[in-house]
T-cell receptor
Framework: AQKITQTQPGMFVQEKEAVTLDCTYDTSDPSYGLFWYKQPSSGEMIFLIYQGSYDQQNATEGRYSLNFQKARKSANLVISASQLGDSAMYFC???????????FGTGTSLTVIP | SAVISQKPSRDICQRGTSLTIQCQVDSQVTMMFWYRQQPGQSLTLIATANQGSEATYESGFVIDKFPISRPNLTFSTLTVSNMSPEDSSIYLC????????????FGDGTRLSIL
């Protein structure tokens, strides 16, 4: 069975600072994908970044980077130079290569303070 | 990525009534899914919408309560039937190529409140 754990219900960060959102996962599949989504208060789910289990390099997309530590089964999202518009819920998700179902964590609410 | 149009974006309904949510994609997609997100919670998969056949429901969700249609590869509907206040949630459709290294992409969601 697949499981995603996000242990930070809420986080605060000063504008222009960096913040790390934690995500750990559990799976017995050797091949899987890890995803991060942003959900603003308006409700839509916005895909941010992807990391494959066999990728050697940490994924980066603009101000977003993924700190992937396979042995520790963690895939933390790093947001650099935080902006007020980054205030939202952030969900970590996983899909094993053997299936199509996405497994979502419980989310972290990020608040950027001016 | 595919452009997904979901409507209505929000609605307020009376208990005992039903509401149909539509999800339209601008290109043919292999897989479509429906999720429920209760207030302050994560996403829960309701069902996989199968083109031309009955949807595949997850544990805890039944066809009588959440009938789903998918007449073609670009369109699906979810009906929330005989609504009660416990059905107040955001309902989201998503599309998937089936490639394990690709994300699911979501519609903007339907925010449903039941009085």
């Amino acid at each position: 069975a697949q499981k995603i754990t996000q242990t930070q219900p809420g986080m605060f960060v000063q504008e222009k600072e960096a913040v790390t959102l934690d995500c750990t996962y559990d799976t017995s599949d050797p091949s899987y994908g890890l995803f991060w989504y942003k959900q603003p208060s308006s409700g839509e789910m916005i895909f941010l970044i992807y990391q494959g289990s066999y990728d050697q390099q940490n994924a980066t997309e603009g101000r977003y980077s993924l700190n992937f530590q396979k042995a520790r089964k963690s895939a933390n999202l790093v947001i650099s130079a935080s902006q007020l518009g980054d205030s939202a819920m952030y969900f970590c998700a996983m899909r094993a290569s053997t299936g199509n179902q996405f497994y979502f964590g419980t989310g972290t609410s990020l608040t950027v303070i001016p | 990525s595919a452009v997904i149009s979901q409507k209505p974006s929000r609605d307020i309904c009376q208990r005992g009534t039903s509401l149909t949510i539509q999800c339209q994609v601008d290109s043919q997609v292999t897989m479509m899914f429906w999720y429920r997100q209760q207030p302050g919670q994560s996403l829960t998969l309701i069902a996989t919408a199968n083109q031309g056949s009955e949807a595949t429901y997850e544990s805890g969700f039944v066809i009588d309560k959440f009938p789903i249609s998918r007449p073609n590869l670009t369109f699906s509907t979810l009906t929330v039937s005989n609504m009660s206040p416990e059905d107040s949630s955001i309902y989201l459709c998503s599309v998937d190529t089936g490639d394990s290294n690709q994300p699911q992409h979501f519609g903007d969601g339907t925010r449903l409140s039941i009085l």
